[in-house]
């Protein structure tokens, strides 16, 4: 949308400049953005990834600061991030979405409606009334957005609204011939897809980072077994070499990786990455001891959390037990159910960590993690 808007600010007087707060690397991971920019006609790089779109690791930040006349428009966001705020602060021009928490911009412009199904209903408003001939570049990416944020006006996912599906119809003369349902069908076929994802690609999907005793440790979901990653990458000493070029690549100091249950087994897999140093070596083996001495010595206030008690820890603990076969990887099979909680947001097999923060409350009721 923030792709869109660009467009239609742009004028004589004003450059607009659509920006992703993402490296250009990680749109990738985004199968039905990918979809839908081919399906528009867009020009994109060998990556996929949009011409037009500027992402965040791309922008000379000291020349936009000397910029004394710079503004922004936040898209389906009503607050700017840290990142943004620290050269952006006091230069919100207008905020279009629709999520919840209110106008936090009193002096900007602001469009927001918070029942509202999808924030690209809110941008087409604008391009019908600025422009009187529709591209079909733009019109095809609105459309796009709004099938999918309005799970195709399904009534079972109560998603939509009225007024989304106002600003639909209008852009329905140059949607695809295919139809609606058959196109919403093929959008999230493409955004639940990871098959064109590399190794690395699978790391950066579903990630979380946190900091441990001052290090930067991601936490990644990979959606396959490890057996499946380590044949997608060669080898098992493939996934460790990936993991530690991200690690330095992203400023982490360990990665620990999640594998999906294998269905032969009924087991999960959880294997550990950190670089060559000793204080993340060191975080890592207390990890791994920390969830080997449970469920005996778990502290009492997690033998309380109903998630340990729901999949089982209080009776079995984490039942680890080291993969050797793997070797240089380090990997420990792990309780089957052991598991993720559905993010919907995401509408993929994507999950929100339940694992990061038992391990997170793990380590800190041990003597390690007095010193985070």
């Known amino acids: 949308m923030q792709y869109v808007m660009a467009q239609l600010l742009e004028s004589p007087d004003v450059q607009g400049i659509a920006l992703a707060q993402i490296p250009r690397e990680e749109f990738r991971l985004r199968g039905d953005a990918l979809a839908l920019f081919k399906e528009a006609g867009s020009k994109v790089v060998a990556d996929g990834s949009p011409v037009h779109l500027h992402f965040w690791d791309e922008i000379d930040w000291p020349a936009v600061d000397a910029l004394e006349g710079r503004s922004v428009v936040l898209t389906d966001h009503n607050k700017m991030t840290s990142p943004v705020a620290s050269h952006f602060d006091g230069r919100v021009e207008w905020v279009l979405d629709h999520h919840a928490g209110?106008?936090?911009?009193?002096?900007a412009r602001n469009d927001i409606d918070e029942g509202l199904g999808s924030c690209c209903s809110l941008v087409t408003e604008q391009l019908l009334q600025r422009s009187s001939a529709k591209s079909r570049e733009l019109v095809t990416l609105l459309a796009g957005v709004i099938l999918l944020d309005c799970r195709n006006f399904d009534e079972k996912e109560k998603k939509g609204t009225d007024r989304d599906r106002a600003a639909l119809e209008q852009l329905q003369g140059l949607v695809p011939v295919k139809g609606t349902k058959a196109w919403y069908k093929e959008l999230m076929h493409a955004r639940k897809d990871v098959s064109h994802l590399s190794v690395r690609d699978l790391m950066?999907?579903?990630?979380?980072?946190?900091?441990?005793?001052?290090?930067?440790?991601a936490f990644a979901s990979i959606f396959g077994t490890v057996q499946e990653i380590c044949a997608k990458a060669g080898e098992a000493s493939s996934v460790v070499e990936a993991a530690q070029v991200l690690a330095r690549d992203r400023g982490y100091q360990a990665v620990v990786l999640l594998f999906s249950k294998d269905k032969t087994n009924g087991r999960k897999a959880l294997a550990f990455v950190p670089l060559e140093n000793p204080e993340a070596q060191e975080l890592?083996?207390?990890?791994?001891?920390?969830?080997?001495?449970?469920?005996?010595?778990?502290?009492?206030?997690?033998?309380?959390?109903?998630?340990?008690?729901?999949?089982?820890?209080?009776?079995?603990?984490?039942?680890?037990?080291?993969?050797?076969?793997m070797s240089p990887l380090h990997v420990y099979h792990i309780k089957g159910e052991v598991s993720r909680k559905t993010d919907a947001q995401r509408e993929r097999a994507s999950t929100a960590c339940a694992l990061r923060p038992q391990i997170l409350s793990v380590l800190l009721h041990g003597t390690f993690c007095s010193a985070v």
């Open 102 to 107: 209110g106008i936090q911009y009193p002096d």
């Open 204 to 217: 950066l999907l579903d990630t979380k980072v946190v900091c441990l005793r001052g290090l930067n440790v």
């Open 284 to 325: 890592c083996n207390v990890i791994v001891t920390r969830m080997m001495e449970s469920p005996g010595k778990l502290p009492e206030d997690l033998r309380k959390n109903p998630l340990y008690e729901t999949q089982g820890l209080l009776e079995t603990g984490f039942q680890l037990k080291l993969l050797e076969e």
